[in-house]
């Protein structure tokens, strides 16, 4: 008995954002779920590049296929970091990834980021996956309640993440026995944010296939408002001997095939998904799939170009911006350029009025944007030690526009590059409490640092430990 996946995905990019930072893949033997985050400029690159880095795994016969899924996902990693390198704006980028990839009577399950995996499996639905984040740790620490967490100001904090901030970044790795029948649905938060999670187990259990799963699951967080990006991906185990209910063979592919009845499918009818790249037509040009989100728009648009490369027996699947410096930098050049080829004339009389006009309408709104600028606050550095500003971290020329309301002895070179980045740049907060509520959070993750085993002791703090190991946490 040979064991494939029945599958199908959807997304889309809700009612609030102005672009889709998630992607989505699933096809025979791999489903993959990946929300980018990063700015207007990184968090479509990012779930998009690991996407289209993963998607040649999707073959019955993975070699080392306990390693691979892991390998590739590091692998991907890198590929952001040399992403970032080439293009400094993207700094600050990285993505979730929540993949499972069939091999044998085996799934091989991998999992960073908050996107969640459910499995559905003789009749008990559980989730598998755990999320990496603020929330979740203080949940398993039971510093809050399940309650508490729904609503916590910090709930959406990753901690660990596929990206530029780490060169290793940390996977749950899983490995579970597959049966016939067996359904698994992945999701990025945007669904398990808004619809509950019974209302989604629901779904499930009742719908006719995997593409009415995906598509009500959409649909469904969708007509609950959908503040971010919405992806779904679910795929059914089946033996060799069932026809997928969900990915309909086209006339064409039938009289292709010389033995329609063996199991062995065609690729589906979707020849122009991928017209003008030539390496997304190579790895998947004869197998059927599902691909959805921003890689699905970095294929079918050139939008996001896609570059490969193969060094020995790496894969690398990079996405690039489509626009040079050179023509942003044309872009951006002066409109008093343009002006040069017209002589301009003035009156007397109108330059003066229109001066006072103009000097007034900036007095103004200085002084308003200054007074809103005071009832912000952020995290960022203090001569290198971590602290809580009021105000913006930006200045204008000389006039500055925050001061340091509360400080901190930890120093910023403790804490992974992903924090001192942030930092660096300053993390805005709506109020003063949520910027102490990020304080606590980075504090907590500093002094992580600081446990060291002494000899014939269970564990202590050093007596010459840093200052900031015996602070106390602010409240």
Not at 224 to 241: H, R, Y
Request: hydrophobic share 40%.
């Amino acid at each position: 008995m040979a064991l494939y996946l029945d599958f199908a995905a959807a997304s889309d990019v809700g009612r609030v954002r102005k672009k889709n930072d998630d992607s989505g893949y699933a096809g025979r033997y791999l489903a993959v779920v990946a929300d980018g985050m990063g700015g207007h400029v990184g968090g479509d690159v990012a779930s998009a590049s690991t996407v289209l880095d993963l998607v040649h795994l999707d073959h019955p016969d993975v070699a080392h296929p306990a390693t691979t899924l892991a390998d590739e996902i590091q692998s991907a990693n890198i590929i952001l970091n040399e992403l970032v390198d080439a293009n400094p704006k993207l700094s600050g980028m990285g993505t979730t990834v929540t993949a499972l990839l069939l091999t044998g009577d085996r799934f091989r399950f991998a999992h960073i980021g908050d996107s969640r995996a459910y499995r559905l499996k003789d009749g008990v639905w559980e989730q598998i996956s755990r999320d990496h984040t603020f929330v979740e740790k203080l949940l398993e620490e039971g510093r809050i309640t399940p309650e508490e967490a729904k609503v916590h100001p910090h709930r959406n904090v990753i901690m660990r993440v596929l990206g530029d901030s780490d060169a290793s970044p940390e996977l749950d790795l899983q490995e579970f026995p597959v049966e016939p029948g067996e359904v698994w649905m992945l999701c990025s938060d945007g669904i398990n944010a808004v619809v509950p999670e019974e209302e989604t187990e629901r779904i499930v259990r009742l719908s006719g296939s995997v593409e009415d799963a995906a598509n009500a699951l959409v649909q469904r967080t969708l007509e609950l408002g959908s503040p971010d990006n919405v992806t779904a991906v679910v795929v059914q185990v089946l033996d060799d001997a069932a026809t997928p209910p969900s990915l309909p063979r086209t006339p064409a592919e039938a009289a292709d095939d010389p033995s329609p009845d063996t199991g062995q499918l065609r690729v589906a009818a979707d020849g122009d998904l991928a017209a003008n790249q030539a390496i997304l037509r190579h790895e998947m040009a004869n197998r059927p799939h599902s691909l959805v989100g921003a890689a699905l728009l970095a294929t079918e648009s050139g939008q996001i170009p896609i570059v490969t490369q193969r060094s020995g027996e790496r894969r690398a699947a990079a996405l690039l911006n489509h626009k040079s410096a050179q023509a942003e930098a044309d872009a951006l050049a002066p409109e008093a350029e343009l002006l040069t080829d017209e002589p301009r004339r003035r009156r007397g009389w109108v330059l003066p009025g229109i001066l006072v006009v103009c000097i007034g309408l900036l007095a103004s709104v200085l002084y308003f944007g200054y007074t809103w600028t005071q009832t912000r606050y952020f995290a960022g550095l203090d001569n290198g030690k971590v602290a809580v500003f009021q105000g913006v971290s930006q200045d204008i020329g000389p006039l500055k526009l925050s001061h340091v309301d509360t400080t901190t002895q930890v120093p910023v070179d403790v804490l992974p590059k992903f924090w001192q980045d942030k930092l660096s740049a300053g993390i805005p907060a709506e109020n003063r409490q949520e910027a102490m509520d990020t304080l606590r959070l980075i504090v907590l993750k500093a002094k992580e640092q600081c446990t060291v085993v002494a000899p014939g002791a269970g564990g202590s703090v050093s007596s010459e430990a840093p200052a900031f190991c015996t602070e106390e946490v602010p409240q």
